[in-house]
């Protein structure tokens, strides 16, 4: 199994004959370490440029209500640790029923550790400046394991690390769903996985794959998901390109991995268990929603919409799935050209070269499409069955997010190649040596001997730069697009509410929130550090057959509110419809109504007096005050 060489590539350390101190990469200085990361956090504040303009009253363009419920969920973990709640479930939205948070996404390891944050600056103070953290975060671990155990070149290592943080696929990500920015682990898991074969040092390789493993699970179930099968196909493939070094390091690789899921197994069994079969639990998702977002194989050589390059008018055909390729016609050329080139000397080429073809192939889904096209072809999709454990749960065109991962490590590998091109080696390298039966390659067993003075191509380096170089800059991200949302009445923020929400009651905001309606009412919840729970929400619980729902099931009541604000007028209103009113608001638990400002404000009004009766005027809402109709 494959172990990391410090000095070059990840290969096997029984593959490497000897590397002299000199050929070891020299310490890089602090100080460029210190100018990547300074990089990457300014490319961090530029991303998230807009929200910082307004950063109390603006949400994501694009996936408004994500933004909302994300802020929720930071109020969530300020709240958990502030009352010492179990921060699995919570009661304070979808009540009566509650939420069960594992079986959401729920970035708990994060909004429990940073809970202090959001409790001194709030939750839109904490989602902006997270955000952009966490890109940047990302770029320079991935920087780190660069550096320090692939390339030799800073340069390559800062190009690489820039891609894997800021990939069109993350940023698009980064419209609302913060989860699939919170990248920072993944480079140290990858790099762990590669040393596991190394002997002597199982123990500690296993039990710090583990401790990686849970942390990571309390971020992103699904890219942890991804980097697995990203890890599974790396071995595999190493196993096939080095059978003997991969025989030799199986037993240690076998003990660490031993070591390291039976590690995070029992730092996780209880959430895992409590996200499967704890209250509010489901399986699987209703008609398997996601199975037919695969990818469109023109979005390979599109520009992102959140790019320089990018027009979101592209969207309009080929941008009905998620966009985690869209790399540019440029990028997809360099990329190829790069592994036409390194593939023959370069096992780590390879390996990349592999991942690329499997991940490209497995998002496209159950059929093939292009140009927003479906095509009559079958993708690989279509023989897989949705009802499958996990499978009927992932998205294929997701899959391709370890493309852009690949993507980004070949990068650093050209950039790196250019560098050296043409460049007098002083000294002894490493060549190959070769053996029986196995072709020769610079990552094999290697030899050394003296250095020819030059190998007479110094053109290749800017060459090289450049057209890496071109192919990056289109992709550079833009500010992404925000917009303004209203404020939560004064009524609310400033706590007008606490003498009619006694404790065990609910506060019932007009529309109820839902993953389509309700988006300024679910913030009310998260402004206010979720001191009164609420109806309904915005994510994801089981239906009567147990399948997963977005949303909570629709009361009659709601049902009525949310016709009314789609068709701008009051339906004739039955003493039935007022009963099932008041059943309504006992199930919730109702003990207040309120209304605030609302583009339907008026006929939302209408409609609730004509169920509740006249409303009273308090502050900036109107209120129904509901407790005598339900005792």
Not at 112 to 120: E, F, Q
Not at 312 to 326: D, R
Not at 361 to 385: F, K, N, Q
Not at 386 to 413: C, F, I, K, S, W
Request: charged letters at 15%; proline letters at 9%; glycine letters at 10%.
């Amino acid at each position: 199994m494959p172990v990391v060489d410090p000095s070059l590539n990840p290969v096997a350390e029984a593959d490497l004959v000897e590397v002299r101190p000199s050929l070891r990469p020299r310490r890089r200085p602090a100080r460029a370490d210190l100018l990547a990361l300074g990089a990457y956090v300014l490319l961090g504040v530029l991303v998230c440029l807009n929200y910082w303009g307004d950063v109390q009253g603006r949400v994501s363009s694009h996936l408004p209500t994500d933004h909302s419920w994300f802020e929720w969920l930071f109020a969530h973990g300020a709240y958990s640790v502030r009352h010492l709640e179990n921060p699995l479930f919570t009661a304070r939205q979808n009540a009566p029923d509650g939420v069960n948070m594992m079986a959401n996404t729920s970035l708990l390891g994060v909004t429990l550790p940073l809970a202090p944050l959001t409790m001194l600056l709030g939750p839109q103070v904490m989602y902006a400046l997270y955000l952009g953290g966490a890109l940047a975060a990302t770029a320079g671990t991935s920087y780190w394991v660069l550096s320090r155990h692939l390339v030799r070149s800073r340069a390559a290592a800062f190009v690489g690390g820039a891609f894997l943080g800021f990939a069109p696929g993350i940023v698009h990500h980064a419209n609302g769903q913060p989860n699939f920015v919170s990248n920072f682990l993944l480079p140290l898991i990858v790099l762990r996985v590669l040393r596991l074969g190394e002997p002597g040092r199982w123990r500690r390789n296993g039990l710090v794959l583990g401790l990686l493993v849970a942390y990571q699970i309390f971020i992103n179930e699904e890219m942890l998901l991804l980097t697995a099968l990203a890890c599974l196909v790396v071995v595999l493939t190493y196993a096939v390109q080095r059978p003997r070094a991969a025989w030799a390091a199986a037993g240690p690789f076998a003990a660490a991995l031993g070591v390291g899921g039976g590690l995070a197994l029992l730092l996780t069994a209880y959430p895992i268990w409590f996200q499967f079969n704890g209250p509010q639990s489901y399986r699987g998702l209703q008609g398997g929603v996601f199975h037919n977002w695969g990818e469109d194989l023109a979005a390979f050589v599109t520009f992102a919409r959140d790019t320089v390059a990018g027009d979101p008018a592209v969207e309009q055909t080929i941008g009905l799935t998620e966009q985690n390729t869209w790399f540019g016609w440029p990028l997809v050329l360099v990329a190829l050209t790069a592994l036409v080139l390194l593939v023959r000397r370069s096992l780590v080429a390879r390996i990349l070269a592999v991942l690329v073809v499997v991940f490209s192939v497995a998002a496209i889904g159950p059929r093939v499409r292009l140009g927003g096209v479906e095509t009559g072809v079958y993708g690989p999709w279509h023989y897989i069955s949705d009802d499958l454990p996990l499978v009927e749960m992932m998205m294929p065109t997701r899959l391709t997010l370890v493309v852009a991962g690949a993507v980004g490590v070949l990068l650093a590998l050209a950039w790196d190649a250019a560098s050296r091109a043409g460049r007098p080696a002083a000294g002894r390298v490493r060549v190959p040596a070769q053996r029986t039966g196995e072709p020769a390659d610079a990552d094999g067993p290697s030899s050394e001997v003296a250095a020819p003075a030059s190998t007479g191509r110094r053109w290749l380096r800017p060459v090289g730069y450049a057209a890496i170089t071109l192919a990056v800059l289109p992709l550079v991200p833009r500010p992404l697009p925000a917009q303004p949302v209203d404020p939560p009445p004064h009524f609310i923020t400033a706590g007008g509410w606490r003498p009619y929400v006694p404790a065990g009651r609910t506060l019932v905001p007009v529309p109820i929130p839902s993953n389509v309606h309700g988006l300024p009412t679910l913030r009310w919840s998260a402004l206010t550090g979720q001191e009164f729970p609420v109806p309904g929400g915005y994510f994801i619980g089981p239906n009567e057959k147990g399948e997963g729902v977005f949303g909570a099931p629709n009361r009659p009541t709601s049902t009525l509110i949310y016709s009314t604000m789609d068709s701008g007028t009051v339906p004739p209103l039955t003493d039935e419809n007022r009963r099932q009113a008041v059943e309504d608001l006992r199930w919730w638990r109702g003990s207040v109504v309120v209304l605030g400002a609302h583009p339907r404000e008026a006929v939302l009004r209408e409609l609730m007096t004509g169920l509740l009766g006249p409303p009273q005027r308090v502050d900036d809402v109107w209120l129904w005050d509901v407790r005598p109709l339900v005792g």
